[in-house]
């Protein structure tokens, strides 16, 4: 009997683990709007995460007006219909990946959490 339950178990757990890797566009864990911008290729349409700043349709990586970086690794972000961000605010976005108008990456939001 305790071997039946210790082959079930293992069965469960490697259907699991199989069934967890089923979806290669979603990733796991927060990103910086710079990586998305650096590695644009690499986050192509995928959802995924992004903790920063929003102002004016951008997710900033601070607010700090000394940071000479605060443009070149800022992204742009599409908010779904309804929802409403504020300038100066932190935020979790998340969404999918795509080449905004200015050949940068843009984050279509499909949830976005105030942090």
Same mark, same amino acid.
Request: proline share 4%; charged share 15%.
């Given at each position: 009997?305790?071997k039946?339950?210790?082959?079930?178990?293992?069965?469960?757990?490697?259907?699991?683990?199989?069934?967890?890797?089923?979806?290669?566009?979603?990733l796991?864990? #927060?990103?910086?709007?710079?990586?998305?911008?650096?590695?644009?290729?690499?986050?192509?349409?995928?959802?995924?995460?992004?903790?920063?700043?929003?102002?004016?349709?951008l997710?900033?990586?601070?607010? #700090?007006?000394?940071?000479?970086?605060?443009?070149?690794?800022?992204?742009?972000?599409?908010?779904?219909?309804?929802?409403?961000?504020? #300038?100066?605010?932190?935020?979790?976005?998340?969404?999918?990946?795509?080449?905004?108008m200015f050949?940068y990456?843009?984050?279509?939001?499909t949830?976005?959490?105030?942090?």
């Amino acid at each position: 009997m305790k071997k039946q339950f210790i082959i079930v178990g293992i069965i469960v757990l490697l259907v699991c683990v199989g069934l967890s890797g089923c979806n290669e566009n979603v990733l796991v864990g #927060d990103l910086s709007p710079g990586e998305v911008r650096q590695h644009t290729d690499k986050y192509l349409g995928k959802t995924v995460t992004v903790r920063g700043y929003y102002s004016l349709g951008l997710i900033l990586p601070s607010i #700090d007006a000394n940071n000479p970086n605060i443009l070149t690794e800022a992204i742009q972000v599409q908010l779904p219909e309804g929802i409403k961000c504020y #300038d100066s605010s932190q935020y979790r976005f998340t969404g999918v990946v795509v080449v905004g108008m200015f050949g940068y990456a843009c984050l279509n939001a499909t949830h976005v959490e105030p942090i």
